[in-house]
């Protein structure tokens, strides 16, 4: 499965974004998918995570409350939607597929979309 991940921008903190996951193939929706993002001088680090179904999610405790990952098998995307941002979740954010799991990191990644979040 091939990944595209958009929406990345500038926002003042406060803000929100949301980022679209477009994948290709016809078995998105027996996927497992997640966000991870890295920091400048970081090491990549899990956001967020959506069941096969949608029925599944799981979030970092950074982002609890304040993001929220949905999928639209229909439409082969995975989306996150971050309210309230901080300058401390500036990132380069990834999405992945897991064939099981995707917490732990994907089977499939795809190219990242950069966040800048302002103070």
């Known amino acids: 499965v091939q990944l595209q991940a958009s929406g990345g921008g500038l926002v003042q903190a406060g803000g929100s974004l949301r980022l679209s996951c477009a994948a290709s193939?016809?078995?998105?929706?027996?996927?497992?998918m997640g966000w991870f993002r890295q920091a400048p001088g970081k090491e990549r680090e899990f956001v967020a995570a959506?069941?096969?179904?949608?029925?599944?999610?799981y979030y970092a405790d950074s982002v609890k409350g304040r993001f929220t990952i949905s999928r639209d098998n229909a439409k082969n995307t995975v989306y996150l939607q971050m309210n309230s941002l901080k300058p401390e979740d500036t990132a380069v954010y990834y999405c992945?597929?897991?064939?099981?799991?995707?917490?732990?990191?994907?089977?499939?990644w795809g190219k990242g979309t950069l966040v800048t979040v302002s103070s």
């Open positions: 959506i069941s096969w179904s949608g029925g599944s999610t």
């Open positions: 193939g016809r078995t998105f929706s027996s996927y497992a």
């Open positions: 992945a597929a897991g064939v099981t799991s995707v917490v732990a990191g994907g089977d499939y």
